[in-house]
């Protein structure tokens, strides 16, 4: 098990402490297994309306810990792609978790799938990546 904390240095919204409006997410995973994951309670200015996450931002959340799973493994890489399937509203007056795992990899093509759950284990959204990595030979 590994835990990455945020970083001084690093402005990134998710997962940076230099980011004054980030979240500033700490993040656990297997790096053998290839996941990641993370429990945190949104704020609300991630509204998109009434009391639900804007999509963009879900987006954003399963963007990061998918990005997470290759940086447990000491890989860095992009997005090159992100399909998201929206099941149900992200609820925000409560805790979520964000889970990801390595589906496969193909070289410097990393596909990598990830969820949002409510704290009842509901998956409310879900999504595949692909990922390009910079630092890998194999
Ligand atoms: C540094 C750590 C930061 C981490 C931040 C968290 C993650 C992020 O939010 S990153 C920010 C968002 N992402 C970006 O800004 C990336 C922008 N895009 C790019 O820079 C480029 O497209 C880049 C570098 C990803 C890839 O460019 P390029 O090397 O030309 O690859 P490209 O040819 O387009 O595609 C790569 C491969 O994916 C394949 N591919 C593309 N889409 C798909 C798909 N949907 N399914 C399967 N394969 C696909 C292509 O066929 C190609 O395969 P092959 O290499 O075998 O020919």
């Known amino acids: ?14 997962c940076g402490a230099d980011n004054p409006l980030g979240l500033k997410l700490t993040f656990h995973g297997d790096p053998e297994k290839g996941t990641a994951w993370t429990e945190f309670l ?11 996450m804007h999509g963009g931002f879900i987006a954003l959340l399963l963007d990061e810990v998918s990005s997470k799973v290759l940086s ?23 805790p979520v978790r964000l889970e990801g795992s ?3 990899h193909e070289g410097r093509k990393h596909f990598i799938k990830a969820r949002i759950l409510n704290p ?13 990595v910079f630092n890998t030979s194999s």
């Open 102 to 104: 390595l589906i496969r």
């Open 1 to 14: 098990m590994k835990t990455l904390a945020p970083k001084t240095g690093n402005s990134c919204f998710g």
């Open 72 to 94: 447990m493994q000491g890989k860095r890489g992009v997005t090159r792609n992100l399909e998201i399937s929206y099941q149900k509203p992200v609820n925000l007056s409560g």
């Open 120 to 132: 009842g284990g509901d998956v409310l959204a879900e999504s595949e990546a692909l990922f390009l």
């Open 42 to 52: 949104p704020p609300h200015f991630l509204a998109g309306g009434a009391n639900m």
